[in-house]
């Protein structure tokens, strides 16, 4: 029997989570609490790594697998595996976590080991999310890592964090039961082609569905997917929650949350609903296009630095849902490299803002100006993860964006010279945001006083500094992996909508009787 990497990984940030049960939750015991905690993350992330290092790139297959039965009465299993897709974001939520541990390592005071329990917990449900091949699991997971985040906006939020934990919460549900009414379709429907429930997503990849009802189902998922991204104009609850929310508590929701809709779409909607998909995707890539114009018009008037970088990520994003509406390699790659470059990028736009906050327990840009004299360090690192951002060449965002609208020109040219707009305003607000902040006169004179980076600091941006440049410097070493599974999911789009056009929908199969799985 083969080691179990990948439960390994989903416990031992809850195992970690139960041991802090051991610490009183007062100011005498947080700093044991916080190292613990970043113990912990730290080795999920070394396990990531080495994950990483057995996977073999050249397979399309889902390595790593564990299956085991659950609920056999209704097919349901405890299956698990990754892909060259899903590797990448499980090693992006293992780099996140420990930076977010330790941006709050000062910020939080008050119920810390709480704190730190809620951030685990967090982590196991986001890589659970990533890797669960099993549709019932994968819901589990889904609506499991809403809990942790609700209270960390809640609880260590700032004014308004119980409103903006609320609306979080609502949209993404309201999204998830429609959701849940498609996988218990697809599992009826298993039932009705092949002789038994399952959840299976390798199984369902082989189902036969009438047209009609593939536009219905496709539109119960894409609508979980597109309030979790979020797309235009399913969008309102995420400047709340980024503006309200702790500062680890914005990297983690904007360097993996919003990766779940895109990977939802990628893994799940499009691949299992072939036909819908082609027929619906044009539609996605315009809302996409509205998102990135939208956002980046509203971030630019945008007072508040955390708000106006939570406006970009709704810009950013539609970049995302573009390149995988494209349905063309380059862009569903591009698609794939902008989830790990926005993680990247924004969760170290939010970590700078988070800096300046904790100094000046603000984050109004006019309050700011001439930070260049006081903070040199500080505004180096800020000026290179905002040309990250914008995709300057020779950093991480450039890759992503050319590669998706080198994929979108092929397919929605006239959407693509659009969202190409979209990298201009990017540059404007971002480099206008960056002039006022960081440039010019010193007319506050408490920001004369302000210190530059902590040694705790720059061991936080380094690494995301670090990425920046490999990312866009040696793009291959993220692409090797992620394009033989990529093939393979447009394959099922394109090869099974013309299998579904033209084959009837059986009502049993001869594999269900031998056991055949996929």
Not at 142 to 153: G, K, N, S, T, V
Request: proline content about 5%; hydrophobic content about 55%; aromatic content about 12%.
């Amino acid at each position: 029997m083969t080691f179990p990497m990948l439960t390994t990984i989903i416990a031992l940030p809850v195992i970690g989570a139960l041991l802090l049960f051991a610490f009183r939750d007062d100011e005498a015991q947080a700093p044991k609490v916080r190292k613990v905690a970043l113990a912990v993350s730290l080795v999920v992330f070394g396990l990531t790594l080495w994950l990483w290092n057995q996977f073999v790139p050249t397979s399309a297959e889902f390595q790593f697998v564990e299956r085991h039965a659950w609920i056999p009465m209704f097919g349901i299993d405890y299956a698990i595996g990754v892909d060259g897709i899903s590797l990448l974001l499980v090693v992006l939520t293992g780099f996140l976590t420990p930076i977010a541990l330790l941006c709050s390592w000062e910020s939080v005071h008050q119920k810390t080991r709480a704190f730190c329990m809620l951030v685990l917990l967090l982590e196991s449900a986001m890589i659970g999310v990533f890797v669960s091949l099993d549709l019932f699991l994968f819901y589990v997971f889904w609506d499991a890592m809403l809990i942790p985040m609700y209270f960390l906006i809640g609880i260590w939020g700032y004014d308004r964090r119980i409103y903006a934990a609320i609306k979080f919460l609502l949209y993404t549900m309201a999204g998830s039961v429609l959701m849940l009414l498609a996988i218990l379709a697809l599992a009826v429907m298993h039932q009705q082609q092949f002789g038994s429930y399952s959840f299976d997503l390798r199984r369902m990849y082989e189902l036969r569905i009438a047209e009609n009802l593939q536009v219905w189902l496709f539109l119960a998922f894409a609508l979980a997917f597109a309030i979790k991204v979020p797309l235009f104009p399913f969008h309102t609850w995420l400047p709340d929650a980024h503006t309200q929310a702790p500062t680890a508590g914005s990297v983690i929701l904007a360097g993996v949350l919003l990766k779940m809709g895109t990977y939802g779409l990628v893994r799940f909607a499009f691949p299992l609903f072939p036909g819908a998909a082609l027929a619906l995707s044009p539609y996605l890539a315009v809302l996409a296009v509205i998102g990135i114009i939208y956002g980046a018009l509203v971030a630019m008037v945008q007072p508040d630095m955390k708000k106006l970088v939570a406006y970009s990520s709704v810009s950013h994003l539609g970049f995302v849902v573009l390149g995988i509406a494209a349905l063309n390699t380059q862009g569903v790659e591009g698609a794939v490299y902008q989830m790990l470059n926005h993680g990247v990028s924004t969760g170290g736009l939010f970590l700078v803002v988070g800096m300046l906050s904790d100094r000046r327990h603000t984050r109004l840009i006019s309050e700011y100006g001439g930070l260049k004299k006081v903070t040199p360090r500080l505004v180096a690192a800020f000026f290179v993860i905002t040309l990250s951002s914008i995709g300057l060449p020779g950093l991480n965002g450039f890759v992503g964006e050319f590669l998706i609208l080198l994929g979108a020109f092929a397919r929605h040219r006239t959407l693509t010279v659009v969202a190409a707009t979209g990298v201009i305003l990017s540059a404007t607000y971002m480099l206008w945001m960056f002039q006022r902040v960081n440039y010019g006169a010193m007319t506050n004179p408490k920001n004369a006083t302000l210190h530059d980076l902590t040694l705790r600091e720059s061991v936080v941006l380094v690494p995301i500094i670090a990425l920046c440049v490999i990312m866009g410097m040696f793009p291959n070493l993220f692409l090797r992996p992620m394009a033989p599974s990529v093939e393979r999911m447009l394959d099922r789009v394109h090869v099974n909508s013309e299998v579904h056009a033209r084959v009837p929908v059986p009502s049993a199969s001869p594999l269900a009787a031998r056991g055949v799985e996929r």
